[in-house]
T-cell receptor, first 113, second 110 residues
């Protein structure tokens, strides 16, 4: 089985712009979770989608949003980018989410200038 | 909210040595996961634990689910250079999303 894929792998944006990241889960997995990873804050949970519905959300501002499609692929959007949004954005998929074992993608490295 | 602590924060060992690291929580979990992350890559799942007291091995790696359900341990035997990286633990309760520890950075000296 192919693993979790994320596109693009690298991205450079400027402050005020918006960005959309994509995640394709492992075939058969219906849950996708998104995380932000920075050196100072570690891995922080953004949100989880299951069957096209957001099931849980972390403590991030409304500029961070996401969605999931019927084929379980997920996108994450960040609007009005700030310098502090520079991070590695990771998605993880699992069969049914929550306490189920998660498998991570390679991440998208976002740099905001 | 729930928090995980990992110790040590970093460690330098000689190639061939055994390594031990642990993860502790202020509350109980029903699932523990251990991941390894290389620079610029996503975490790779090493071992998953689902039952208190469970001891599971994956090659030179062995992890245990603490009987109090508030801790987990990861051991690496006979370390090699490719063991270098950051090791993360993650815990979750039924119906809840995972909480991740801050990681243990492992360096292996030749």
């Amino acid at each position: 089985k192919a693993g979790v894929t994320q596109t693009p792998r690298y991205l450079i944006k400027t402050r005020g712009q918006q960005v959309t990241l994509s995640c394709s889960p492992i075939s058969g997995h219906r849950s996708v979770s998104w995380y932000q990873q920075t050196p100072g804050q570690g891995l922080q949970f953004l949100f989880e989608y299951f069957s096209e519905t957001q099931r849980n959300k972390g403590n991030f501002p409304g500029r961070f949003s996401g969605r999931q499609f019927s084929n379980s692929r997920s996108e994450m959007n960040v609007s009005t980018l700030e310098l502090g949004d520079s991070a590695l954005y990771l998605c993880a998929s699992s069969l049914a989410g929550r306490e189920e074992t998660q498998y991570f993608g390679p991440g998208t490295r976002l740099l905001v200038l | 909210g729930q928090q995980l602590n990992q110790s040590p924060q970093s460690m330098f060992i000689q190639e061939g040595e055994d390594v031990s690291m642990n993860c502790t929580s202020s509350s109980i979990f029903n699932t523990w996961l251990w991941y390894k992350q290389d620079p610029g890559e996503g975490p790779v799942l090493l071992i998953a634990l689902y039952k208190a007291g469970e001891l599971t091995s994956n090659g030179r790696l062995t992890a245990q689910f603490g009987i109090t359900r508030k801790d987990s341990f990861l051991n690496i035997s006979a370390s090699i250079p490719s063991d270098v990286g950051i090791y993360f633990c993650a815990g979750a309760n039924y119906g809840q999303n995972f909480v991740f520890g801050p990681g243990t950075r492992l360096s292996v000296l030749p």
